[in-house]
């Protein structure tokens, strides 16, 4: 009988330490191996408003989209031929884009709190006026659901994938830039991020999506720094 009890226990044991694992990996060691973006397919975005799906959610709040209306800048911006480049300082949350050696932008950003914003030098591959995103951990309350994102501006190099779906873009779901909000992404208030978004290249002009090619190549996107831990 003692020897039943003492079985027992080493499996009520075994199995309590497995869950406990488990719950440990799932929300301190799997969300740190695996971007909190669900993956990119760059031939399906097609950067329409989608006005039969607007109700999203963020951490838990419903958040509602809404269509930026006209391309009025379309004509207005991005007609220097300067060389551009974009800085995000992730210290400071800052961005800073140039033309040439000339400061022409400096805007307050929000980059990646649960998930790293990555470091290093890119480039835009794609511009989408709307696409949808969606990711996150509802267990861990970092659940999002976000439909038409304005404004996106997708960035990648050779050692990250244009699938990973980091990007620039607007941002309606929160308003405290500055400071840490995003899921890896480069949050922006949505009229800096139209002025950014029709200021680089690829050349959008009035399309409602573009992707770099050789002719059109995408805008230098480079960043450094770390982001403050809140």
């Known amino acids: 009988m003692r020897k039943d009890k003492l079985s027992l226990l080493k499996v009520v044991w075994t199995f309590s330490f497995i869950g406990f694992l488990t719950v440990f990996s799932y929300f301190r060691i799997l969300p740190g191996l695996f971007p909190s973006q669900r993956?990119?397919?760059?031939?399906i975005i097609t950067g329409e408003f989608d006005a039969k799906n607007t109700v999203g959610e963020?951490?838990?709040?419903?958040?509602i989209s809404y269509n930026t209306g006209s391309m009025s800048l379309a004509r207005v911006l991005g007609a220097n031929d300067s060389l551009k480049r974009i800085e995000?300082?992730?210290t400071n949350q800052k961005l800073y884009a140039y033309e040439g050696s000339t400061k022409v932008y400096d805007f307050l950003i929000s980059s990646g709190k649960w998930y790293p914003t990555p470091t290093g030098t890119f480039h835009i591959w794609g511009k989408f006026k709307y696409t949808k995103m969606?990711?996150?951990?509802?267990?861990?309350r970092t659940y999002y659901y976000l439909p038409n994102v304005p404004y996106v501006m997708f960035f990648s190099n050779d050692k990250v994938a244009a699938s990973r779906g980091f990007s620039l873009h607007g941002t309606y779901w929160h308003n405290n830039?500055?400071?840490?909000?995003?899921h890896g992404c480069v949050n922006m208030k949505n009229d800096e991020a139209e002025m950014l978004y029709y200021w680089s290249q690829p050349s959008?002009?009035?399309k409602k999506s573009i992707r770099a090619s050789e002719d059109d190549p995408g805008t230098e996107v480079v960043i450094y720094?770390?982001?403050?831990?809140?």
């Open 39 to 43: 993956p990119v397919d760059p031939d």
């Open 58 to 63: 963020y951490l838990g709040n419903r958040v």
């Open 88 to 90: 995000v300082d992730l």
């Open 134 to 140: 969606s990711g996150g951990n509802p267990l861990s």
């Open 177 to 182: 830039f500055g400071h840490p909000m995003s």
């Open 204 to 206: 959008t002009g009035d």
């Open 225 to 230: 720094g770390e982001a403050p831990k809140e």
